[in-house]
C-alpha cells in the first residue's frame, strides 16, 4: 500500500509539473505579438485594367441629303429598327420634276441646234468643194493663156472665202455639241436628283437621330459646305469606348478579350474583345470594345464596367499585395520562421490585382505576413511573434 501511494504521488507531480509547463507556453503565446501570415505560393499573377465606360452603337451611318430640295416624308422615329433598303426619307418631287422637265427641254433645243449646224456644215463643205474647183480650172486656163490674171485672182479669193467660212461652220458644230453634251449632264443629274429623293437605309439597325423635319429646305452641299444630314442609323451590335488616364504605354492587340458588366444588371459579366487601341489628346489610350453578345433591353448612353486583363504570368512565385512593404526605398515583405519575424527585400516582376510576381527574395513554401497592420508597426525584426490564422484576400 505504502509503495502504491509512492507511484500515485510520483506521477501527480509529473502531471503538476506538465500542465505548469503547458501553461506557461500557453501564457508565453498568447503573450507575443499575433500576426497573419500565408504561404508563398506559385499561381497566375494577373494585372487587369478596370475602367468606366458607356455603351455605344458599335457602328453609325449618317445619310446625307444628294440633292437640294424640301421634306417631304419622314417614315421613320428614333428608336425605329430598320432593315437594309428600308425607305427612311422621301424628298418633295416637285421643284425636282420641273427641273428635269426644263433641262429635258433644254436638251432638245440643243439637239435641234446641233443637226441644224450640221446641215449648215454640209453645205458649206459642198460649196468650198465646188469653188475650189472652179478656182482649179482657172489656174488652168489660165496656164494655157486662156483665162485672164483677174478672173483667175477672183478665182482664188472666192476659194479662200469659202474654205473660211467652212472652217467658222465646223466650229459652230463643235460649239453645238459641247452645248449639247452639256445639257446632256444636266438633265442627266435631273434624273439621278429625281431618283434619290428616297434615302434608304444601308444596313440593318435602329435608328439614332432624326434631325429634319417634314417641309424642311436641305442642301447637296458644294465645295465648303457639309450636305444636310437626313437620318443616322446605328448598328445593332453595341459596343464600349472607354479612356485610360496613365502614363504607361498599353499594347492591347485587336481580338484581345475582356469583359463588360451593366450597372443595370452587375452580376452579369459579358464577353467582349478589343477592335482598336489609340492615343487620347493627354497621357492616355482610348480602348474600343465591340460586345461579343448583345445585352437585353440595353440603351445607347448606358454606363458599365469594362474589365481588360493586359498581362499575366502562369506558376509564378507570388505574394500577396497586403504584404509588401517599403524596405529603405525598395519593396520588401515580413516573413517568418519558427516564430521570429523577420524583413525581406524582394525583386518584383509583374504586379497584379491582388498578387504580385516575385523574382526573387523568397521561395515557396516560406510564410509572408500580411497583418494585421497595427502589429506591424510595432514589431521589429529578430522579435518573437505568434502566427494566427491567416486572413483571406478577395480574389
Known sequence: MRT???AT???AAVVLAASATWGQVVWTRRSL???WTEPVERREVAATLTIRGRLRPARTRTLRTQVTGRVGTILVRTGQRVRAGDPLVVLDSTPLRLELSQRRAALAIADGKLAAERAALEAADTGAVTVAGAAERQEQLFALGLASQAGLASARHDRSVALLAATLQRQRVDEAVARGRAELALAAAAARALSGLVERSPVDGVVADVPVQRGQWVHEGGPHVIPTPLVTVASVDMAVEVVVEQTAEIRLPAGWPGTMVLDAEPTRRWPAR???VGPTSGRGATIR???LERPHNVRD??????HVTTASRAHAIAVPNYALLSLHGMSGVWTVTRGVIAARAVTLGLRGDVYS???AGVEPGQRVVTGPHAVLRTVRAGDAVAEAAPQRLRR
Open 4 to 6: 502504491a501511494s509512492k
Open 9 to 11: 504521488a510520483a506521477l
Open 33 to 35: 505579438p499575433p500576426v
Open 274 to 276: 478589343v477592335t482598336t
Open 289 to 291: 470594345l465591340e460586345l
Open 301 to 306: 448612353g448606358m454606363s458599365c464596367t469594362v
Open 357 to 359: 510576381e516575385v523574382l
